[in-house]
């Protein structure tokens, strides 16, 4: 009996990107491995209407389960609905793995998104073991396994002002500042006036998503040991299998980890513009900005005018990737831009709906890379080599600049001023990043992590070993339930 596993991506970009890249790693490197990947209807949409080739992979299945929700590929489900749809995707998930029980390919392990924490009693009513898939780094996932610290050191319901509060209590995450953290983790009191038992509900959410991680059978994190490895340590003396097995996008390049990924199985949310590429082929070394908020972020519409001026200020050259929906309530890029800004930057400026990033960033034009610090675009820039300028917008991006600026030193933070970035703040880290010594720094230590990353998924590279320890692991999980089947 072969190993067979069954993928379970929660249903965003910056989540299924990496539940697939793993999937492919398994198929490919592993002999005689079967691999599902279940998603939604919507998911399966999305799919369908960018012509993924994932909806013909060779050696991944794909199985659609229900959720009751609109299956509309421009659906974004609400917290309420999603929240309500789970049972009904319970149910699906557990008649889908009692059919494959029933087969001759029967799931040897379920890999669930973490978000996906309504998979647990699943795989416990079914009987196989469930590993988890994290796509952020380990010092995130501290945040939700520690969060009962929050509570008892009396920082939630929290009630003071996050510019004053430094965030000390979590075991594996260095101090970080309360406007640095990560919003959904901490409830603010006035939050919750109107329904004070909610605060209790949020809170039993976040445990039953994190706080039984020490019974999952390995938690997989798309991070790199030598990048997070505080995190990775305390997680693990405290019983919970965490593996950093990333970046998982450089297991599956022809050479591991010797030549530039490219993104094969199309699972970009939106068609990309690879005009840009021409566009970059005619400008110079090192000489173009690229400007990115990857795939979720909405930003609003002062802020991106005040990145406009700046770069109207700046005289740098640059490619914007401004997304359809990224800014709040407005959908026309004319109308988000100060008036005569393209025509006053046509020489010099590109904006693009959705670039091909990783080509973007391996391309020899591009000087530096300004992110909202979504962790996929950390690890995509990182191993590219190309600095940061840190301008983070929501979930764990604060926490990732932190480490961006202060411990890995491969970029410089846009200041914020009463939470929002102006035109002087973001001109002072663009000059800062170009021309300045912190700059130069960022531009050399930023070559140092990408021969790490390369190393990391080469023979003897701690992520190669944690991934090449799982697939034996699952080998052996496959071996036993052959055993006893006989
Ligand atoms: N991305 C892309 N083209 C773009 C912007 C983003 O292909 O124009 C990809 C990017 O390469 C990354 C993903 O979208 O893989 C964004 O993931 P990330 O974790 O950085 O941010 P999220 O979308 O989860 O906020």
Request: with cysteine; hydrophobic share 40%; charged share 25%.
């Amino acid at each position: 009996m072969g190993v067979h596993v069954v993928l379970l991506p929660w249903t965003s970009q910056g989540h299924i990107t990496p539940v697939v890249q793993l999937g492919e790693v398994l198929a490919t490197r592993s002999e005689g491995f079967r691999v599902t990947l279940v998603v939604t209807a919507r998911v399966k949409a999305r799919f369908d209407r960018t012509a993924s080739p994932l909806l013909y992979h060779p050696l991944i299945i794909l199985q659609v389960i229900d959720d009751g929700l609109n299956p509309d590929p421009s659906y974004t489900p609400s917290f309420p609905e999603v929240i309500a749809s789970l049972p009904t995707q319970q149910q699906s998930l557990e008649s889908l793995l009692l059919a494959l029980a029933a087969s001759p390919h029967p799931a040897t392990c379920l890999i669930s998104g973490s978000f996906c924490s309504w998979s647990k009693s699943v795989a416990v009513k079914v009987g196989i073991p469930r590993a988890e898939l994290w796509s952020s780094p380990a010092f995130i996932y501290c945040i939700g396994f520690y969060h009962h610290c929050l509570l008892s050191s009396g920082l939630i319901p929290f009630k003071g002002k996050l510019e004053d509060t430094w965030i000390t209590c979590i075991p594996g995450l260095p101090p970080i500042r309360g406007t640095d953290f990560v919003k959904e983790f901490l409830q603010r009191q006035e939050d919750f006036e109107e329904d004070p038992e909610r605060f209790q509900r949020v809170c039993q959410y976040i445990k039953d998503t994190y706080g039984n991680a020490n019974e999952q059978y390995r938690i997989l994190v798309n991070s790199v040991y030598e990048l997070d490895s505080e995190a990775l340590d305390t997680l693990c003396a405290d019983g919970v299998q965490a593996l950093a097995i990333g970046p998982l996008f450089l297991h599956n390049t022809p050479n591991k980890g010797t030549e530039k990924p490219v993104n094969p199985l199309g699972i970009s949310a939106y068609e990309e513009d690879r005009s840009c590429l021409q566009w970059l082929d005619g400008k110079e070394k090192a000489s173009v900005l690229y400007i990115a908020f990857g795939s979720e972020a909405k930003i609003a519409k002062d802020e991106m005018q005040e990145l406009a001026h700046a770069l109207e200020a700046s005289e740098q050259r640059f490619l914007w990737v401004i997304r359809p929906e990224s800014v709040v309530d407005e959908t026309s890029i004319d109308s988000i831009l100060p008036e005569g800004f393209q025509e006053r930057v046509t020489e010099r400026g590109k904006i693009v709906s959705w670039a091909p990033q990783m080509d973007v960033l391996a391309h020899p034009s591009i000087v530096a890379f300004l992110s909202h610090c979504g962790w996929n675009s950390t690890l995509e820039t990182l191993w590219l080599g190309v600095p940061i300028l840190a301008w983070p917008q929501r979930a764990d991006q604060g926490v990732n600049k932190r480490f961006i600026e202060e411990h890995w030193k491969v970029g410089i933070a846009v200041e914020k001023h009463e939470g929002k970035a102006t035109r002087a703040s973001i001109g002072i880290a663009i000059r800062e990043l170009m021309q300045e010594e912190r700059g130069a720094i960022a531009r050399e230590r930023v070559k140092e992590y990408q021969e790490l990353l390369k190393k990391t998924v080469q023979e003897g590279g701690s992520s190669r070993r944690n991934l090449d320890k799982f697939i034996h692991d699952l080998c052996s999980l496959a071996d036993q339930k052959a055993e006893s089947s006989v």
